[in-house]
């Protein structure tokens, strides 16, 4: 790749944070001549530059390995051979929020893994849906998946399709757009304000005679210094948000 390369790929970053070039020097303590100069590839930047302009810029891990490539320089971010022992260390996570539902979830939402509460709560959705690998945004919002067994639809597909088109903007990942234009065509019953906070309530119903289970859902970051397959990992685990849920995925012996 080029150096011109490089510097358009840091002028579209510093577009999408919405920042002057004499904004974006200033924070990163270069001068705005040479920062013109990196854009434009009249200057080469180091790899020290490119990673201090991608700070200032929170440009996420992978993204920053392809900024470095396109300078010429060695990714920082990958380590694949740590990548198998570490999903081990998260497996025992998973499993360790018995009875209650947990996931692994990749950038994409993707299912890494999942606990063995999570299959009960997918039992009449499609088995195409079920095949990997199995995306949990279009799972939950599909009206072959859980859609038609989600009390308050309208609120949880607000809250996913916020996340959703939040870390699209965050990361600039088409794939992730795509998932957004995908998802909000799906049915809704309604309309609901955006949600805030790290928690939400999911209100399901997985069988007609008894009462509806009332979960708390909570997502973890998973945050690393040099992996960028492990720091795109998130952990969402559900928590009883009633008694009545508390009692039926945890019977008393």
């Known amino acids: 790749m080029t ?15 919405r920042l002057s070039q004499l904004e974006l020097a200033g924070r990163a303590e270069v001068s705005g001549r040479h920062l013109s100069f990196v854009e434009t590839g009249r200057s080469r930047p180091s790899a020290d530059m490119v990673l201090r302009l991608a700070d200032h810029l929170e440009v996420p891990p992978r993204e920053r390995d ?47 893994d999942a606990n063995d509460a999570v299959a009960p709560l997918l039992a009449d959705c499609a088995p195409r849906l079920l095949e990997p690998p199995v995306n949990v945004v279009r799972l939950s919002l599909h009206p072959d998946g859980l859609a038609p067994r989600i009390i308050n639809l309208t609120l949880w597909r607000e809250h ?3 996340q959703v088109a939040a870390r699209a903007d965050h990361t600039a990942d088409p794939r992730l757009a795509a998932l957004y234009a995908e998802c909000r065509q799906y049915p809704s019953n309604g309309t609901a ?18 009462p509806p289970l009332r979960l708390f859902s909570v997502v973890s970051a ?5 992996d960028a397959t492990i720091d795109e990992l998130h952990l969402e685990t559900f928590l009883p948000a009633d008694e009545t849920t508390r009692s039926r995925l945890h019977p008393p012996h």
């Open 193 to 210: 304000p955006t949600p805030s906070g790290p928690v939400a309530e999911l209100v399901l119903c997985v069988a007609d005679d008894a």
């Open 160 to 162: 996913l399709l916020h």
């Open 3 to 17: 150096t011109m390369e490089v510097g358009t790929l840091l002028r579209a970053w510093r577009q999408r944070r």
């Open 66 to 112: 392809t900024l470095l490539i396109a300078a010429g320089f060695a990714p920082r971010h990958a380590h694949p051979e740590d990548t198998a022992e570490v999903l081990a260390s998260f497996r025992t996570l998973v499993d360790a929020h018995q009875p209650y539902p947990a996931v692994l979830l990749d950038r994409y939402w993707d299912l890494v």
């Open 222 to 226: 998973v945050l690393t210094a040099h």
